[in-house]
């Protein structure tokens, strides 16, 4: 079977996913059997391209690499509704890379749920759907038939979800401790090396780890909604936005920083989940952490997350957590998992 794929959001993450398709085609079908056929692309500012024959991921990435637009290329149409395009153009898998909005889940929820209703499998890196209302995309996913993926949401590629579903199974997780966000990890360790906070975040946009409204990074906002897809994930819990105890970075001072450091610790911004009698509680906070705790030694924008089993103690993974490559890798396993059946 050759695989229908469509693309919404070409941003960073977007555009890194088509040029990853492109590079890595051939290792794909050789290696996983797993053909594809990109059938669109579509942004709300850059444009649509569409091609039930497939169209070219290098050209897509030339074009909006050169021009910013997908406006000038063969099989270029007018913005139309994902509905009437899945119409026009079915897919088998509909990707989403759009940016995130924290309180509606908007545009990734509405996309999700009409790319589920075409009858097409979705994966996303997007938060604010995924975080917003998972079990309703599950269900929905369940009744059509599908399936619906989002490994990408936390920690970009690095495989916490998968690890939490596949290998940890039969685990209990009891709490959680971890960096989340890349831009504010950046942002600190940049900091603790004399680093004027908002030059690291420029650097950390230009790097490509940020969000479109880094508010949402450094305010903590992009970790809490991360803290409520792990809730639902681990915990089978609904916790909203509302309910997540959150502080981001920007109270914090280049003094506070060196006065962690002056006392043998490093301050990190920590997302958390514990349990509290039935209920469960997750936060955001920057915390200054004893440099012999594993997240400690977790610089620039890597991410990290230890999970305290029940079976297994505690087990921690540390991988990238931002960044357009990074990200699209874990779109690509989602749909690699997709294709096998996984
Ligand atoms: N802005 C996010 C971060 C991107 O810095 O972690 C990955 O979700």
Do not use: W
């Not at 009437?84 to 509606?104: F, H, K, Q, R």
């Not at 979705?122 to 938060?127: I, L, N, Q, Y």
């Not at 509680?281 to 705790?293: C, E, F, N, S």
């Amino acid at each position: 079977m050759v695989y229908r794929i469509g693309l919404v959001g070409c941003g960073t993450v977007g555009k890194g996913l088509v040029a990853l398709l492109g590079e890595k085609r051939e290792y794909l079908e050789k290696k996983y059997g797993f053909a594809f056929s990109l059938n669109f692309v579509t942004d709300f500012i850059k444009g649509t391209v569409a091609s039930a024959d497939g169209l070219d991921p290098g050209e897509i990435v030339r074009a909006l690499s050169e021009k910013g637009s997908l406006g000038d290329m063969k099989g270029s149409r007018d913005n139309a509704p994902l509905a009437e395009l899945l119409s026009e153009t079915p897919v088998d898998i509909l990707c989403d890379a759009t940016p995130t909005n924290y309180e509606t889940g908007q545009p990734s929820l509405g996309i999700l749920q009409t790319a589920i209703a075409s009858g097409a499998s979705a994966v996303t890196c997007s938060k604010g759907g995924v975080g917003l209302d998972l079990a309703g995309l599950k269900k929905l996913a369940s009744e059509r038939g599908v399936q619906i993926r989002y490994e990408s949401s936390v920690l970009s590629g690095t495989p916490l979800l998968n690890l939490v579903r596949g290998p940890l199974a039969g685990c209990v997780i009891e709490k959680v401790q971890g960096i989340v966000n890349g831009t504010t990890n950046y942002i600190l360790t940049m900091m603790e090396g004399g680093a004027d906070y908002a030059e690291s975040l420029k650097e950390a946009q230009r790097l490509g780890y940020a969000e479109t409204d880094p508010t949402g990074d450094v305010e903590g906002f992009d970790a809490a909604v991360k803290v409520c897809i792990m809730a639902q994930e681990f915990f089978g819990c609904k916790l909203s936005m509302a309910d997540i105890d959150r502080r981001g970075i920007t109270a914090l001072s280049a003094g506070d920083v060196e006065k962690a450091r002056s006392d043998g610790k490093r301050i990190k911004l920590i997302a958390g989940i514990e349990r509290d009698g039935e209920s469960v509680r997750g936060y955001v906070k920057p915390v200054a952490m004893d440099l012999a705790h594993p997240l400690a030694s977790v610089s620039g924008p890597t991410n990290a997350v230890c999970l305290s089993t029940d079976n297994l103690g505690d087990v921690t993974i540390i991988g990238p957590g931002a960044g357009a490559k990074e990200t699209a890798q874990g779109l690509l396993s989602d749909m690699l998992d997709i294709a096998s059946g996984r």
